[in-house]
């Protein structure tokens, strides 16, 4: 760390606290807005906004709504401040927004308000940095309607506002807006009673898997043996796969829920569709390709056992994150005088999954938690409480690690890249990403 480092952060520091009542304000202003993936357009605005008001020159419309602005200092490597737009359906939340079922039971609104705070300090000093720095507000961490992307296949290609991914981040590597980014940081609110602060945590990959058994319909009562019955394969299926939650490695950590819905035929006919849809989480790439499989193993059982036609789509959600330990450190340092070493956790395996995870493996990344929130993740209980905590606090310590990264001729930034080579390049990235998507159909009948 430069010698100049102490100045500049207090430089940093004075800025940020000098607006600590807008960032709090902003980030309850968003709180009450929630919006869906890809369709974030006033939360955007509102973020754009913000950066336009600081003398910025943000590009909209990345991903359809994601936003980019830079703030330029000498040569040097970019350092990439993200946030996230979206809020989760969730319309049983006391804050839903009554149309779209939307609610902020994540706290992304705040990382939002978090890097508009950090912009503002960072605004400053960027002429005694070594580098620059990308500011991002990234669409659609939460799959969303998941049917909708799985059918997407059939949406023709030349579309404007099509996607590819279920969710920003991966959409916008697709699209390039990370292709001159080095590294990434994003600070995400905890859960409620959780530690006062966390980083280096590891967290799960996802997919998709969406069964849809085909039957055949007849009378329940006078002639059940002419059908099929295609929500008892269904059953069948969810058994079969329940027989198989013990049989998972422990170092694979997969976690698995699923639903099942029927047709919307008549009570006294034989269902004749049904669909379970699972939701897989695994701590590596290989433990989830693992788990999709035996959920499709599950699948073809139900259809095998009941005579019933299946087709299984499985479609990845997040690849497992990883953080860069350098990075954590550079994060950790700025915020202990913050928040106090003895309130500080470090390298917990969390269940939950994250798009920083397809991020971690192009660039290395951190993903700290801070506080500020009470309730579990995507509960209707999950609400920040204090936003000092969840966003003006992550704005300095967020501030302060770029500080340490671009300063002194970028030392500790080109330490963390040497340190932290990426796992893949952008394209074997998305090589990957679509090479976990696939289609079968099994005919049973």
């Known amino acids: 760390m430069s010698g100049a480092a102490p100045r500049l952060k207090e430089a940093v520091h004075t800025a940020v606290e000098r607006r600590a009542e807008e960032i709090a304000a902003l980030s309850d202003e968003l709180m009450r807005r929630p919006e869906p993936g890809y369709a974030e357009h006033a939360t955007a605005e509102r973020f754009a906004a913000w950066l336009a008001e600081a003398g910025l020159r943000p590009r909209t419309g990345l991903a359809r709504t994601g936003v980019k602005a830079l703030l330029h200092g000498g040569a040097g490597p970019r350092v990439a401040l993200v946030g996230e737009l979206d809020a989760l359906t969730l319309p049983e939340h006391p804050l839903a927004d009554p149309a779209t079922g939307a609610a902020h039971a994540c706290g992304h609104h705040a990382q939002i308000a978090a890097i508009a705070g950090a912009a503002v300090g ?15 507000a990234a669409p659609a961490e939460e799959p969303g309607d998941v049917d909708a992307m799985l059918d997407a296949g059939d949406a023709p290609a030349e579309r404007p506002d099509r996607v590819e991914f279920p969710v920003g981040k991966a ?26 602060f966390s980083v280096g945590d590891t967290l799960n990959g996802s997919c998709v898997v969406r069964a849809r058994f085909t039957g055949r319909s007849a009378h329940a009562g006078s002639s059940p043996w002419l059908g099929v019955n295609a929500l008892k394969a269904a059953t069948v299926a969810a058994h079969a ?30 269902p004749s569709a049904a669909a379970l849809r699972t939701m897989v989480r695994a701590r590596s790439v290989d433990g989830l390709g693992r788990a999709a499989e035996a959920v499709a193993r599950a699948a073809r ?9 299946v087709e299984i789509d499985t479609l990845l959600a997040y690849l497992p994150l990883d953080s860069a330990p350098e990075l954590d450190d550079v994060v950790a340092r700025n915020a202990h005088p913050l928040i106090g070493a003895d309130t500080i956790a470090r390298g917990r395996h969390l269940g939950a999954c994250t798009d920083m995870g397809d991020l971690a493996h192009v660039m290395p990344v951190s993903h700290p938690y801070s506080g500020g929130a009470e309730g579990d993740h995507h509960s209707t209980g999950y609400r920040v409480v204090d936003h000092r905590a969840a966003a003006v606090e992550p704005a300095l310590y ?35 990403r679509r090479g976990m998507n696939r289609r079968e159909i099994r005919e049973e009948t």
């Open 241 to 270: 796969l329940d027989a198989r939650r013990e049989t998972f490695p422990d170092g694979d950590d997969v976690r698995l829920n699923y639903r099942i819905t029927g047709d919307a035929g008549a009570l006294g006919s034989v």
């Open 171 to 196: 959409e916008l590597l697709r699209q390039g807006a990370f292709d001159d980014v080095d590294m990434a940081l994003l600070a995400h609110t905890g859960r409620g009673g959780g530690p006062r």
């Open 398 to 432: 967020l501030a302060g690690a770029v500080v340490d990264l671009l300063g002194d001729g970028a030392r500790e930034a080109r330490r963390v890249l040497r340190a932290s080579p990426p796992p893949l390049s952008i394209p074997q990235y998305l090589a990957l």
């Open 301 to 309: 059982a139900g259809a095998l056992a009941l005579g019933a036609r």
């Open 122 to 136: 960072l605004g400053e000093v960027m002429a005694e940095l070594d580098g620059s720095v990308a500011l991002i």
